[in-house]
């Protein structure tokens, strides 16, 4: 079946530090995958996605890379901010099924 | 930018109460879509809905839960009597299609809280 798996939060930062979040999937075919994050107090938005091997999504000078050989798709940003932190949330859809993974809390501390 | 619109964003209720929990999908999109999240959890699938049926449900949908499409634009979930259990932030979602590349969007979610 479909599922996703993602590094346990929580993860604290300093400003300008390098993050990297993990996120691992199992699925049969040819997934799409999400990233999405949740601020505080608000619901699930779309951070960037990838639908084929190789592809890169980015977004807001976040980076993932869909990489088929080693069923990952890591979420990075080079230099985080306070107002990075978030809940992000790795997600797959395939088949007509959305699967999320467990999040992870991102703290970035000025 | 279009977005997916819920109300209410709060709401408390009593056990055993009926509640209806509203969502006004991107007016152009097919899907339409139910997840909760119970606070500190992940993201759990709930329904989804094209063609003013069903197409998928998840074993939380069980027969206390119930979804519809009342007119062309609202897309409502009735959780007709409510537990401690259900207390959780219901995300509304909707897209255009079920390509698996299609994105789907995600409302802000509304907080019920069962007491």
């Known amino acids: 079946g479909n599922s996703v798996t993602q590094m346990e939060g929580p993860v604290t930062l300093s400003e300008e530090a390098f993050l990297t979040i993990n996120c691992t999937y199992t699925?049969?075919?040819?997934?799409?995958l999400f990233w999405y994050v949740q601020y505080p107090g608000e619901g699930l938005q779309l951070l960037l996605k990838?639908?084929?091997?190789?592809d890169k999504g980015s977004n807001k000078g976040f980076e993932a890379t869909y990489r088929k050989e080693t069923t990952s798709f890591h979420l990075e940003k080079g230099s985080v901010q306070v107002s990075d932190s978030a809940v992000y949330f790795c997600?797959?859809?395939?088949?007509?099924?959305?699967?999320f993974g467990a999040g992870t809390r991102l703290t970035v501390k000025p | 930018e279009p977005e997916v619109t819920q109300t209410p964003s709060h709401q408390v209720t009593q056990m055993g109460q009926e509640v209806i929990l509203r969502c006004v999908p991107i007016?152009?999109?097919?899907?339409f879509y139910w997840y909760r999240q119970i606070l500190g959890q992940k993201v759990e699938f709930l329904v989804s809905?094209?063609?003013?049926?069903?197409?998928?449900k998840s074993e939380i949908f069980d027969d206390q839960f119930s979804v519809e499409r009342p007119d062309g634009s609202n897309f409502t979930l009735k959780i007709r009597s409510t537990k401690l259990e259900d207390s959780a932030m219901y995300f509304c979602?909707?897209?255009?299609?079920?390509?698996?590349?299609?994105?789907?969007?995600f409302g802000e979610g509304s907080w019920l809280t069962v007491v």
């Open positions: 997600a797959l859809s395939n088949n007509n099924d959305m699967r």
């Open positions: 979602a909707s897209s255009y299609s079920f390509y698996s590349g299609n994105t789907i969007y």
């Open positions: 007016s152009n999109h097919l899907y």
């Open positions: 809905f094209y063609n003013n049926e069903i197409s998928e």
């Open positions: 699925a049969t075919g040819y997934p799409s």
């Open positions: 990838a639908t084929k091997a190789d």
